[in-house]
């Protein structure tokens, strides 16, 4: 299957381990994890750091192998995930930071075409979300208010 607007091949990744068992060199129990996830979550660390901070600092390979819950359940649970989904915000970001370059160089085609992939797949992210309840069905993707959110 070929990318999206590539026309190229993917490239495998990394997988994860086939067993999923506790392995025994793991100090942490599931209880000490989740406060884990908990704390680095008040600090303000999204989803996708907090894995790698767990993985990287605190030796945890996969927190759903040791909990039976992945981080957004878990976060979830205790009411710290935010209104707008992490996929969405980091591509908002990017659209404003293109946006911003965009008005410092006008001529430059290929972030053009950058912005204008970018904000394709904002929306059908946000088109995705709204089916599946995860973003109100009334809420709208507006430049302003991202540069407002992003800010």
């Known amino acids: 299957m070929a990318r999206l607007y590539s026309r190229r091949k993917g490239k495998s990744g990394s997988k994860k381990p086939i067993k999923r068992i506790?392995?025994?060199?793991?100090?942490?129990?599931?209880?000490?994890v989740e406060q884990l996830v908990i704390k680095?979550?008040?600090?303000?660390?999204s989803?996708?750091?907090i894995g790698i901070a767990l993985r990287d600092i605190y030796g945890v390979p996969d927190v759903k192998t040791l909990t039976g819950k992945s981080i957004s359940t878990?976060?979830?649970?205790?009411?710290?995930t935010s209104e707008i989904p992490e996929d969405i915000l980091n591509l908002i970001k990017r659209e404003t930071m293109?946006?911003?370059h965009l008005e410092a160089n006008k001529k430059d085609k290929t972030a053009l075409r950058?912005?204008?992939l970018t904000e394709s797949k904002?929306?059908?992210?946000?088109?995705?979300?709204?089916?599946t309840g995860q973003l109100a069905s009334t809420w709208k993707y507006d430049r302003e208010q991202a540069k407002l959110l992003t800010s």
């Open 22 to 32: 506790k392995q025994s060199w793991i100090r942490y129990n599931e209880a000490e």
């Open 40 to 45: 680095l979550a008040k600090q303000g660390i």
């Open 47 to 49: 989803q996708s750091k």
């Open 74 to 80: 878990i976060l979830k649970e205790n009411n710290l």
């Open 98 to 100: 293109i946006h911003k």
């Open 114 to 116: 950058g912005l204008q």
């Open 122 to 131: 904002i929306k059908r992210l946000v088109k995705y979300y709204k089916t």
